[in-house]
């Protein structure tokens, strides 16, 4: 299974993931990628903080961009 990395690109600059997560397919990662900006932004809320304009620049094992996900875009809307 491969390897994805959800960096995180902020007004402050990039937050590199070094972890990664193992996910089957682009379909996971859009999943997790919402997910994870939801819990962020969440977050950002405990310490007065609008994450709504960060975004997470996924990557491959090469380095490669598979998804580039503002976290905005995970806000459900009614």
């Known amino acids: 299974m491969p390897v994805f990395y959800?960096?995180?690109r902020?007004?402050?600059g990039v937050h590199p993931d070094t972890?990664?997560?193992r996910l089957p397919d682009d379909e996971s990662v859009r999943?997790?990628?919402i997910d994870r900006a939801l819990i962020e932004m969440s977050e950002g809320v405990?310490?007065?903080e609008d994450r709504a304009t960060w975004c997470f620049d996924?990557?491959?094992e090469q380095d490669r961009r598979?998804?580039?996900f503002p976290?905005?875009?995970?806000?459900p809307t009614a």
Do not use: M, P, T
Not at 71 to 75: D, L, S, V, Y
């Open 31 to 33: 999943k997790e990628a």
């Open 19 to 21: 972890d990664g997560v």
């Open 66 to 68: 598979v998804l580039e």
């Open 58 to 60: 996924v990557r491959d």
């Open 46 to 48: 405990k310490h007065d």
């Open 6 to 8: 959800f960096h995180i």
């Open 71 to 75: 976290f905005k875009e995970a806000i």
């Open 10 to 12: 902020s007004d402050r």
